[in-house]
């Protein structure tokens, strides 16, 4: 019955990869985020959609391209994998004011 | 100037005693705030949050907000070895935007 789940749990790459990341809720919420949390624990909003439309795009590189299929699901790809890029990478959904967030997935590229 | 600062950790604390977390924030017009826990390789969860001027209490956790000063806090009394982790402070614009996290506190309680 997990509430926001992502897969994968762990993620480590070389330099110059495409990978995916991807990101379920069976909350039934409309609205979703990606987020990103740096070494210093920084947490940092990157995207986030609502019923599937595209609402918050900070500034974020263009290799990273959110896609949401469907209002449950939120998917994050990310082009030309950088040294920088290493981070964990936060899925949320949200009900009134309440952020809900997924385990997390933690990328690292070597 | 950051948008959401809080005191520089980390912070350590004897068990039993009151911890004392601080947030301040930039924008003005900031309606919501919010306190995270987040556990080591875990995922932040809530914990506490805040919509007018004054206290909240909620267990032994308690928030405080002062939106002349533009400051919002969390007391913890009690503290206990479980209550060890990052707390970070977080304020939206208007109700549903987008939250700002501030960079955490981490808190060590000793036994």
């Known amino acids: 019955d997990t509430a926001v789940s992502q897969t994968p749990k762990y993620l480590v790459t070389q330099m110059g990869n495409d990978k995916s990341i991807k990101c379920e809720q069976n909350?039934?919420?409309?609205?979703m985020y990606w987020y990103k949390q740096d070494s210093k624990k920084f947490l940092k909003i990157m995207f986030s959609?609502?019923?599937?439309?595209?609402?918050i795009n900070e500034t974020v590189p263009n290799r990273f391209s959110p896609k949401s299929p469907d209002k449950a699901h939120l998917n994050l790809h990310i082009n030309s994998l950088e040294l920088g890029d290493s981070a964990v990478y936060f899925c949320?959904?949200?009900?009134?004011?309440?952020?809900?967030f997924g385990p997390g997935t933690r990328l690292l590229v070597l | 100037q950051k948008e959401v600062e809080q005191n520089s950790g980390p912070l350590s604390v004897p068990e039993g005693a009151i911890a004392s977390l601080n947030c301040t924030y930039s924008?003005?017009?900031?309606?919501?705030f919010f306190w995270y826990r987040q556990y080591s390789g875990k995922s932040p969860e809530l914990i506490m949050s805040i919509y007018s001027n004054g206290d909240k209490e909620d267990g032994r956790f308690t928030a405080q907000l002062n939106k002349a000063s533009q400051y919002v806090s969390l007391l913890i009394r009690d503290s206990q070895p479980s209550d060890s982790a990052t707390y970070l402070c977080a304020v939206t614009r208007t109700s549903g935007s987008r939250l700002t996290f501030g960079e955490g506190t981490q808190l060590t309680v000793n036994p």
């Open positions: 949320a959904s949200r009900e009134t004011e309440t952020q809900y």
């Open positions: 924008d003005r017009v900031s309606q919501s």
């Open positions: 959609y609502n019923n599937k439309e595209l609402i």
């Open positions: 909350l039934g919420h409309d609205t």
